[in-house]
């Protein structure tokens, strides 16, 4: 999992607004239609919430400590969705304490392993790796206009990659995998039903669908995508050079945070 830097926090609260409506200029789908579409909840469900369900974001300061403008960033996000969200004051236990008493109902709160969103009232927990990739998924298959009966190359069998594999099957589409690890690509060979590709420039000049789950960075070029190539990338650093992403772009979804925390958000706010 890549640590984030303050660098790729520091502006997302107040670019939100511009983000989405690129987003939904890419997708046809708002942030929030992404995070409910990835959720399987609706719309009016999350806005339900919204009047009911404060937020309190914990700093953390376990492991390499606190990234500064994090906490702020995930405020941004459960506040443009419309939720009242706080940072608590301290940080650790005592901040959780501090969320709880002060009303939070549904907490986020990240350490360099796990970052979760845990909705206190009914016990359930969104981690981000899973709500990254069916974010990230339901995005593509708006840029797409339908994944059904689509072949999608999956770059990264780490926890995202596998998640988005599982999300890409249940909607009718056809996932392969690319893991450069030897272990994982031949245990996934002997193991699944998956298809597994072994060599990346053929494998990204013969897919139009892409899904970019790697920490690898600047690694795709102009002259690797297929002509129609149509991205998801939740990896940080992002996968394409900066040539490959000016000529990309209007068909590449890629964000540290946004699309993961409002998919947390919908994913602990649950049915209602
Ligand atoms: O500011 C804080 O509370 C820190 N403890 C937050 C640490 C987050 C570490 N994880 C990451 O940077 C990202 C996650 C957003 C998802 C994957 N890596």
Known sequence: MTRLLQSDVESIAEELA?????????????????????????????M???????????????????????????????????????????????????????????????????????????????????????????????????????????LGAGPVGMAAISYLRALDARPVVLETDPIKSRFLEANSTLHVEHRLRPALANYRYVFDATPQGNFIGIDDLHPEASLAMPGMPLGLTKEAFAVFQDRVIHDPLQIGVATMLAMVVGIG
């Open 48 to 154: 339900r919430a919204a009047c009911s369900m404060p937020v309190a974001v914990i700093p953390v300061t376990a492991g390499q400590g606190v990234i500064p403008c994090f906490a702020q960033a995930v405020k941004g996000i459960v506040r443009y969705l419309g939720f009242d969200a706080t940072i608590t004051g301290s940080s650790d236990v005592t901040g959780l304490a501090e969320g709880v008493s002060q009303g939070g109902r549904i907490l986020f709160l990240a350490d360099d392993r796990k970052f979760i969103a845990l909705n206190i009232l009914s016990g359930v927990v969104a981690d981000n790796n899973e709500a990254t990739a069916r974010g990230f998924v339901a995005a593509l298959n708006g840029l797409a206009g339908g994944l059904g009966e689509k072949d999608v190359l999956v």
């Open 18 to 46: 511009h983000y989405d409506e690129e987003l939904a200029g890419k997708t046809g789908l708002t942030l929030r239609q992404i995070a409910c579409c990835a959720a399987g909840i609706s719309e009016e469900c999350l």
